[in-house]
């Protein structure tokens, strides 16, 4: 079955740092670009990151350039999201998604909470 | 960047009659390879988002076939011809065709 299985997340203080796992079943890393996605309580979907196959081509929203840092562990098969720094407004429900056929998010991970709070 | 905008932002349907729902981008999302870098998803209660329609028109699988997807260059169509009571949710646009990737707003669709 081809699926992304998140973990990490969790509670963190304000200037903290975290750092976020999706780990892919079914299917082999390293052939799609990946990306990471948030939802803040209530609201909706928003674009974080983006990497390509190789690592090679990396992209960012504005809000977490130079805070977060995508990268990816092929040979296990998992996908990550370092977040440093972490604002209040980082609070989300953050999900990866694999960028598919012609660049749509065909397969989604479960979601993992992070609460930015002090 | 790219806006996107969605319309209605919420909408009630009996079941068994059509819905729709309109969004358009602030720039056309045609790439000079032809295709339209426009998707659709849907977020149903206490889920993650799964994808509806991309290229603007094309079934993902597994999706039924009550699902359409409709449109060009900036706008673009969500038409569900018989909704169902699992067809319940938040439904969003988004764009791939520029870095960011941008979403409406979402529409959410109650029964």
């Known amino acids: 079955e081809v699926q992304l299985v998140q973990s990490g997340g969790g509670l963190v203080q304000p200037g903290g740092s975290l750092r976020l796992s999706c780990t892919a079943s079914?299917?082999?890393?390293?052939?799609?670009?990946m990306g990471w996605v948030r939802q803040a309580p209530g609201m909706g979907l928003l674009w974080v990151s983006r990497?390509?196959?190789?690592?090679?081509?990396?992209s960012y929203a504005d809000f977490v350039r130079g805070r977060f840092t995508i990268s990816r562990d092929d040979a296990k098969s998992t996908l990550f999201l370092q977040m440093n720094s972490l604002r209040d407004g980082d609070t989300a429900v953050y999900y990866c998604?694999?960028?598919?056929?012609?660049?749509?998010?065909?397969?989604w991970g479960q979601g993992t909470a992070v609460t930015v709070s002090s | 960047d790219i806006l996107m905008t969605q319309s209605p932002n919420s909408l009630s349907v009996t079941p068994g009659e059509p819905a729709s729902i309109s969004c358009r981008s602030s720039?056309?999302?045609?790439?000079?390879?032809?295709?339209?870098?426009f998707d659709w998803y849907l977020q149903r209660p206490g889920q993650s988002p799964q994808l509806l329609i991309h290229?603007?028109?094309n079934r993902a699988s597994g999706v039924p076939d009550r699902f359409s997807g409709s449109g060009s260059g900036t706008d673009f169509t969500l038409k569900i011809s018989r909704v169902e009571a699992e067809d319940v949710g938040v439904y969003y646009c988004?764009?791939?065709?520029?870095?960011?990737?941008?979403f409406g707003q979402g529409t959410k669709l109650k029964i």
């Open positions: 988004m764009q791939t065709l520029q870095i960011p990737y941008t």
């Open positions: 290229l603007g028109s």
């Open positions: 998604a694999r960028l598919g056929v012609r660049g749509a998010f065909d397969i």
């Open positions: 990497i390509n196959g190789d690592g090679s081509s990396i």
């Open positions: 079914g299917f082999t890393l390293s052939d799609y670009y």
């Open positions: 720039q056309s999302l045609l790439h000079r390879t032809g295709y339209t870098y």
